[in-house]
């Protein structure tokens, strides 16, 4: 399967980040893609995570944040399996990650703030050993390759030089294109601007946008509120190892203005 | 300046590594610094000391050790030169500063003047101070030494600077070029090897007492005489140094001194001309011909393009693996000839398998000191340690992948290099077989031991290759001094190795247990290292 289903009816004007689909709201009926119950993780006798309670929803593009050492980063680890937890469960596509590890890591493409690719490989080497781990057929490698390197804008010359010669945005680039060439369910995205110009930035936020809306999850944290404020359909706050607010920015559009003052607010009380 | 001074010094030495391993890292170099100078020492005064009767001599020894010392001196100059003016991280980070380039090529060339005075120094005066002790110099002799090295600067480190920039760019066409870079080094390997032989030869003939007639006939002296004549300008350097002809100082001066303005010049052109250069003007897009290959094939590829697609690993691994036959042949072989001639054949002829047992141990040093090249698991893995628990493969599948694609390469060069012994008639079909099995089962600990002690590895705690060390060095060196007693209290040689095989199972197999029921953990907690 392609990235995206209808590629060639790819309509720019249709995604873009100001137009919000109604039916990204969440619904009640609806299966999580992620669900998170009394999430607990402790760092000797330092508990971060004290319960956290969190499901994301299938077109949903969802903000994820907080201060930081808030248990941010932790949460997202044990979500895409990088970190063991000390007590909860967390399904991914309704795979639990503890039980079923291989199908929970099969449903999502991930990308870290820093870029993590093979450096001694080519860029295109690189794409390939993804998607032979991934298992992508090569018509759907030919396609999703194309299409993906062409929306980013990624020079298709420069995949021939080991990815050692890269700078920061060109590997972060090719860390996007590696973790959507199997068409994931669930698209988790930690800080994933750092670093990229502001053309790939504004195309970055469109492809999560289009992303979302074509019923898949994107996750997504990041320290630029405003960010989140403009693209997020819902945004976790987190807080003493707590989702500490939950709002619907769809439902309550005021939020998005209001967003900054609320984080702020939500550390305030707290403290 | 001084910040400057710093800084590149750290670029040329510091390395990221925890007080402690930085602290034995610098005791080791220490260590095989004064082994190296005690062996040059050795060797000079041995044969100062033979050839006195030679009325030219000593000086064309002296004169020979100098060449050497000059030889090392200009090629390490160039790759210190390569790391200090060709760094790419270091020309970009400058670059924001509000530094001149004058003051950054100045900076680099003081750092180069110090490292280069204090590096011959310590090669250099002890020649002279063995040379005037034994000849009765002057205490001018030794003060006018004390300038040696500072002299010697502006030829040799004029010469790296000649061939800093080509050195750099042929490495860098290299670096691009996988498989021409691999067997180049390869061939570089073997000519160092080749090299390392003749060394050897000559070392263990002046041990044995044998050849140093030959070695040191008036043939060879008058040749070496003759050779001194065509090492301008350093011919110079030395009338000034050895024989005090001081004038000559300004012939020297003026050779190495042309050279070392022609060498600045290019140096200085050619890291203006690298700070502006653009790699992606000339690549092409590449080929799509994908083909879907299963997990393991692709886990597989990715660890042989880790460890053959980094320059580090071909020197200190995938070229030395190639070249271990040909070593450990030559190694065998020097040692075999210097216990079976002279005064060390009564003593090894007191223990029967004296020869074999210590052939067996160093194939098994040599396999373990050539796999530590490539046991670096996690940490040549570096931020993508997160990219091992997110892709959708097991992590047992991930760690016997790691682990055992060093092993099967190291196994194969072992075998060639057992049978290469057994063909050449060095070692006995009994000595051949043991040696092979006994090498693997140590060095499959070895790599059990290495595994466990990279899945430890947190941010704040770098590995810690005491087990591992121990492995490789301590474990056969224990067996081959037990062999020995046993072997004096007239065991049989099969029963030696035998029981060589058993131990290693024996402390292999716990360890293995362990290692494989505690992976699962110790993956899960490990993390980056940036």
Redesign the interface.
Same mark, same amino acid.
């Given at each position: 399967m392609a990235v995206y289903d209808n590629y060639e009816l790819y309509n720019p004007a249709a995604a873009s980040v100001e137009e919000q689909p109604e039916e990204a709201t969440t619904k009640a009926d609806r299966v999580p893609t992620i669900s998170i119950k009394n999430l607990h993780k402790a760092y000797g006798k330092k508990q971060v995570l004290k319960g956290l309670d969190l499901d994301v929803y299938e077109g949903e593009l969802f903000g994820f944040i907080g201060r930081n050492g808030i248990g941010k980063s932790t949460t997202m680890d044990c979500v $895409?399996?990088?970190?063991?937890f000390d007590q909860g469960k967390i399904l991914l596509n309704g795979y639990d990650v503890r039980l079923h590890?291989? &199908?929970a890591?099969?449903s999502f493409g991930?990308v870290?703030s820093?870029?993590?690719?093979?450096?001694?490989?080519?860029g295109?080497?690189y794409l390939?050993?993804?998607?032979? $781990?991934?298992?992508?057929?090569?018509g759907d490698?030919?396609r999703n390759?194309?299409y993906l390197c062409s929306r980013l804008n990624l020079? &298709?010359?420069?995949?021939?030089?080991?990815a050692s010669?890269y700078s920061h945005g060109m590997k972060q680039k090719l860390c996007l294109v590696a973790s959507l060439l199997h068409n994931p369910k669930i698209w988790v995205l930690d800080e994933p601007t750092v670093g990229l110009d502001i053309m790939t930035v504004e195309e970055l936020k469109k492809m999560m946008r289009e992303y979302a809306n074509h019923g898949n999850t994107v996750f997504v944290t990041s320290h630029n509120i405003d960010l989140v404020a403009k693209l997020c359909d819902r945004v976790a706050i987190v807080n003493d190892g707590k989702v500490a607010a939950l709002y619907d920015l769809n439902r309550e559009p005021n939020r998005r203005i209001q967003l900054p003052k609320l984080f702020m607010d939500t550390y305030k009380t707290k403290e | 300046m001084l910040t400057l001074l710093v800084k590149d010094f750290k670029l040329m030495f510091a390395k990221d590594e925890s007080a402690a391993k930085r602290a034995l890292g610098i005791l080791l170099r220490v260590l095989v610094l004064g082994i190296v100078v005690a062996v040059e020492l050795f060797l000079f005064t041995a044969i100062l000391d033979k050839i006195g009767h030679y009325s030219k001599a000593p000086r064309a020894f002296m004169v020979l050790f100098l060449l050497v010392v000059t030889a090392f001196m200009t090629v390490s100059s160039i790759f210190q030169a390569k790391k200090l003016f060709f760094n790419e991280r270091d020309i970009n980070q400058l670059s924001i500063h509000p530094i001149t380039n004058s003051m950054q090529v100045l900076s680099k060339l003081v750092l180069l003047f110090l490292v280069h005075y204090a590096s011959s120094f310590i090669f250099v005066f002890p020649l002279f101070a063995a040379y005037g002790i034994m000849y009765g110099r002057s205490m001018m002799f030794y003060y006018m030494a004390l300038f040696y090295p500072a002299a010697s600067f502006v030829f040799e480190v004029g010469i790296a600077l000649v061939f800093v920039y080509p050195v750099w760019y042929i490495l860098e066409y290299l670096?691009?070029h996988v498989l021409l870079e691999f067997s180049l080094s390869v061939a570089l390997l073997y000519g160092l090897a080749w090299i390392y032989s003749t060394v050897l030869g000559a070392f263990t003939g002046l041990v044995s007492n044998n050849e140093v007639s030959t070695l040191l006939s008036s043939e060879s002296i008058e040749s070496l005489v003759e050779i001194e004549r065509y090492t301008v300008p350093l011919n110079y350097l030395f009338d000034v140094f050895i024989d005090g002809r001081r004038g000559e100082i300004f012939n020297y001066l003026t050779f190495s001194g042309a050279i070392f303005i022609i060498g600045l010049t290019l140096t200085i052109i050619t890291f203006h001309r690298v700070r502006n250069i653009s790699?992606?003007s000339k690549?092409?897009?590449?080929k799509?011909k994908?083909?879907?290959?299963?997990?393991s094939?692709?886990?597989i590829?990715?660890e042989l393009?880790?460890i053959t697609?980094?320059p580090d690993f071909i020197f200190s691994y995938s070229g030395l693996l190639i070249v271990q036959p040909f070593l450990l042949y030559l190694v065998i072989g020097a040692m075999n000839a210097v216990f079976s001639s002279g005064t060390l054949l009564y003593y090894t002829s007191l223990f029967p398998n004296f020869v074999s047992v210590v052939d067996v141990f160093i194939v098994m040093m040599f396999t373990t000191i050539i796999s530590a090249g490539a046991n670096q698991y996690v940490s040549m893995e570096?931020?993508?340690v997160?990219?091992l628990?997110?892709?959708?493969?097991?992590y047992k599948r991930q760690l016997y992948v790691k682990m055992l694609i060093p092993m099967a390469l190291s196994t194969a060069s072992l075998l060639i290099s057992v049978l290469v012994l057994l063909i050449s008639g060095v070692f006995t079909p009994l000595t051949a077989l043991f040696a092979f099995v006994l090498s693997l089962t140590l060095l499959f600990v070895f790599n059990v031991v290495s595994l466990s002690e990279e899945l430890k590895i947190r941010r704040n705690k770098p590995r810690s290759s005491g087990a591992s060390s121990a492995c490789a060095y301590l474990l056969p060196t224990a067996y081959m001094g037990v062999s020995l007693v046993l072997s004096y209290l007239g065991t049989e040689l099969w029963l030696l190795f035998t029981a060589g095989i058993a131990l290693f199972v024996l402390l292999g197999a716990p360890i293995m247990m362990r290692v494989n029921r505690k992976m699962g953990?110790w993956f899960?907690?490990l993390e980056?290292i940036?």
């Open positions: $895409i399996g990088a970190k063991k590890p291989i &199908e890591k099969f991930y870290a820093e870029p993590s690719c093979y450096e001694v490989m080519t295109y080497d390939e050993f993804i998607a032979s $781990i991934y298992r992508i057929s090569e490698f030919v390759f194309r020079d &298709e010359r420069e995949l021939s030089n080991p010669n | 670096r691009k790699s992606s690549l092409h897009p590449p799509v994908y083909k879907l290959r299963s997990q094939h692709a886990l590829k990715k393009a880790l697609r980094n570096e931020r993508t997160k990219n628990k997110t892709i959708p493969v097991s953990d899960m907690e980056a940036n």
